[in-house]
């Protein structure tokens, strides 16, 4: 337990000194370019946005493991449970961070970063489709539940095992398409417009997000044929408006 928490507090400090570094890089570049100077070593678009996400994992890897370890079931069952909720939050504070930093760099450095915005879109991208694989897990998904209400309860089991066959099916179709847009990138090797990078970065959020949805999906399907069998009423899972 002890090496636990002093790694937990390691991963925290050394987020916070590379956000530190960050930081004052951003200060030296602006002091720069107001006396019209250029510096010998420029980290570029690409090693601040690197040494920014890096902070942001090391920083929300110490709660994460906090976390874990108040539940007391390892590495392997917190990833299985929250594997998505904990990649949203890295995502999520990520751009949160990022929105900040800019508007402190534009109105009192009037120094602004040109990966900012960029790497913002991309991380909502993936923030969106890792939490669509979590909402197939949770049931948290917009759905009419009309036709449940009008069922009898032994039935609900199945039709919530036909809606994941359907989303199952959906997701595999979805990756199929998605892999020949990476293929595609890999080819021809698209950039994007500020970092320069291979486009596939960016356009993998789709694969890995429908990917992930496959496995909740086929997750779901085992648990709603296990309630069936055991005539246990079937996982509702959480509702948009909770009373």
């Known amino acids: 337990m002890q090496a636990v928490w002093s790694w937990q507090r390691s991963a925290t400090r050394i987020g916070y000194a590379l956000l530190a570094l960050y930081a004052l890089h951003a200060i030296i570049g602006a002091a720069a370019q107001k006396m019209g100077t250029t510096l010998p070593f420029l980290l570029g678009n690409i090693g601040q946005t690197l040494l920014f996400f890096s902070a942001t994992v090391l920083i929300v890897a110490g709660f994460i493991q906090k976390d874990v370890e108040s539940e007391s079931r390892g590495w392997l069952a917190a990833l299985d449970d929250n594997g998505e909720r904990y990649a949203m939050l890295v995502f999520y504070v990520f751009i949160c961070m990022v929105i900040v930093q800019e508007v402190l760099r534009r109105f009192v450095l009037n120094y602004s970063s040109a990966w900012a915005q960029e790497t913002a879109q991309y991380a909502f991208i993936y923030l969106g489709y890792i939490g669509a694989a979590f909402a197939v897990k949770e049931r948290a998904h917009i759905r009419f539940d009309i036709l449940l209400q009008r069922l009898p309860a032994r ?27 990476i293929e595609q990138l890999w080819h021809f090797e698209g950039t994007t417009p500020v970092l320069r990078v291979n486009k596939i970065w960016a356009e993998a959020a789709l694969p890995i ?22 005539g246990r009423p079937a996982y509702v899972g959480k509702s948009m408006f909770e009373e």
Do not use: P, S
């Not at 997000?209 to 055991?230: E, P, Y």
């Open 209 to 230: 997000g429908f990917t992930l949805m496959i496995v909740r999906c086929l997750q779901m399907m085992w648990r709603d044929i296990a309630d069936i069998r055991a």
């Open 155 to 181: 039935l609900h089991g199945w039709v919530y095992l036909f809606a994941e066959f359907c989303t199952l099916v959906f997701a595999i179709i979805a990756t199929y398409w998605c892999m020949h847009t």
